[in-house]
């Protein structure tokens, strides 16, 4: 009995002292987290839909529909094919401050098509997938601004709730555009979230870059019968490959250059009179990348001169490197602290197992913890992304959370087939509260807004930002909607 009593003792102090690690939580953010899980069942609905459709950049008419459609139907207004882009759109509701913005990427990647399964079998050979998660990305940050609408509808909030659908963010980087057209300038703050393989409020910067395209232009003519009478596009094309990576020895390691031949002449007997190039340069700083980007442009001028060829160049466009938030960050890990670590049945560490061992990874399983926050890295590495250019027009909170095991590569089959089922679901949804928890933070507190905005200010200095994009339209492919 004394040894009984005693256990029982030991187990409610246990369950006593873990209650009292929790803290409370305003009502405000119990009806939030209320109003994102009886969305729940929705909102994998829609994620599934949109991973089935694996719509590339500029081609997502029909998951930009699906989102635009359910916003509406909660009762946004919602402005379609904003910034001369056919999938891009905007959903506001509320009135008045602050005006918080939260955003949403949904293309896929081409060629990763993949099932919902451990071991690479594509659900649709040669098709698009969803590789960054991107489902996962839109639909979640959808639930947390449909939340805090009803927030605002019960009267509990004030302000306006805008949600951004934002297109070919893998490609053509439709945030740029929206910045363009000043989608982003009355915002006070703006949220985002990505997939990832841990939890983490994300305090890391990431890559400028700058893509280009570059032609050549030579003399076709017979390779065997009179090859002295071409001038060979192609010849230029390899020597200024070769001169980039020649130049790689001589370049900072946070530097980054990749390129994509996407023409290298047609039949082996002719001599080439046109190749293309793409290319892109990446740095930690936007300065640092343009130093790199000029030194790489003016490289294709010396292919072409040694080959006798014309060239051009043409700017695709290029990427600014997040500016940093930790007021923000600090903000959105108290609420990532609150909510705790994502638990996975043994099914779902078997398929991460599964994942794991399909790409040759060590069978970790899931990593289902809430990080600490980071000291903010000068060189953090990692890829880059449109949100970087919002950043330098609204200070911007940023969140990671699993919805892939560990290791898994990245823009990969395997990530494809995480995102199609519950441990991409479950990410998701963790996203969404996190999400909706920090922006009823935001509307609530007016002070920890100013702080925020202070911080930007001081980062931002005074630097007027300025897109790196050419002049004209945004480039949807023809045939789009």
């Known amino acids: 009995m004394i040894r009984s009593g005693f256990l029982l003792i030991c187990i409610f102090l246990g369950t006593y002292l873990t209650a009292q690690e929790k803290p409370e939580i305003s009502a405000t953010k119990k009806a939030v987290l209320e109003a994102v899980s009886k969305q729940e069942k929705k909102m994998i609905a ?7 459709l694996a719509e590339i950049a500029f081609e997502e008419e029909k998951s930009s529909k699906i989102l635009a459609d359910y916003a509406e139907s909660q009762g946004f207004k919602v402005e379609r094919a904003v910034a001369e882009m056919p999938t891009g759109f905007v959903a ?14 949904f293309d896929a990647l081409p060629g990763i098509s993949q099932k919902a399964l451990s071991t690479k079998q594509p659900l649709k050979k040669g098709a698009g997938g969803h590789g960054c998660g991107h489902n996962l990305f839109g639909v979640g940050s959808l639930a947390a601004a449909v939340a805090v609408k009803d927030l605002i509808a019960a009267g509990k909030l004030k302000g306006t709730v ?40 994300n305090v890391q910067s990431g890559l400028a870059l700058v893509d280009f395209i570059v032609e050549f232009h030579g003399q076709a003519a017979h390779a065997a019968g009179d090859p002295w009478n071409g001038r060979s596009a192609v010849d230029a094309l390899e020597l200024y490959t070769t001169g980039i990576n020649y130049l790689r020895e ?56 040694m080959a006798n060829v014309d060239y051009k160049i043409s700017l695709v466009s290029g990427l600014h490197e997040v500016l940093v938030n930790r007021t923000g960050g600090s ?7 609150y909510l705790g670590d994502i638990s996975y049945t043994k099914e779902e560490i078997a398929f991460a197992h ?63 087939a995480c995102g199609g089922m519950s441990i991409g679901h479950k990410g998701m949804m963790h996203a969404a509260k996190a999400l909706s928890m920090t922006m009823v933070d935001l509307y609530d507190d007016e002070k920890l807004v100013e702080k925020i ?11 007027q930002y300025k897109a790196i994009l050419p002049d004209g339209p945004p480039p949807i492919p023809v045939g789009s909607n």
């Open 92 to 105: 506001t509701y509320g009135s008045g401050k602050p005006v918080i913005g939260i955003l949403g990427e």
């Open 250 to 305: 001589h370049i900072k390691p946070s530097v980054r250059i990749h390129y994509h031949i996407q023409h290298g002449g047609d039949v082996v007997n002719v001599v080439p009179d046109y190749s293309k190039i793409w290319v892109r340069v990446r740095d930690t700083k936007r300065e640092d990348m343009q130093e790199v980007w000029k030194r790489v442009e003016k490289m294709a001028e010396g292919a072409a001169i």
């Open 331 to 337: 903000a959105l890990q108290k609420n990532l602290e």
């Open 453 to 463: 905005k202070t911080e930007f200010k001081e980062r931002k200095g005074d630097y």
């Open 46 to 52: 829609m994620s599934d839909q949109i991973w089935a």
């Open 354 to 416: 599964g994942i794991q061992e399909a790409t040759d990874k060590p069978k970790k399983g899931i990593d289902a913890k809430v990080h600490p926050m980071e000291e903010t890295k000068e060189h953090p590495g990692g890829g880059s992304t449109d949100v970087g250019d919002v950043s330098w027009l609204v200070p911007e909170i940023r969140l990671g959370v699993t919805t892939a095991p560990i290791g898994t590569p990245w823009h990969s089959w395997a990530v494809v």
């Open 162 to 201: 805008r949600f951004y659908g934002t297109p070919a963010e893998e490609k053509f980087f439709g945030k740029l555009f929206m910045a363009r057209a000043g989608l982003f300038n009355d915002l006070d703050v703006c949220l985002d979230w990505h997939p990832s393989d841990k939890i983490e409020a």
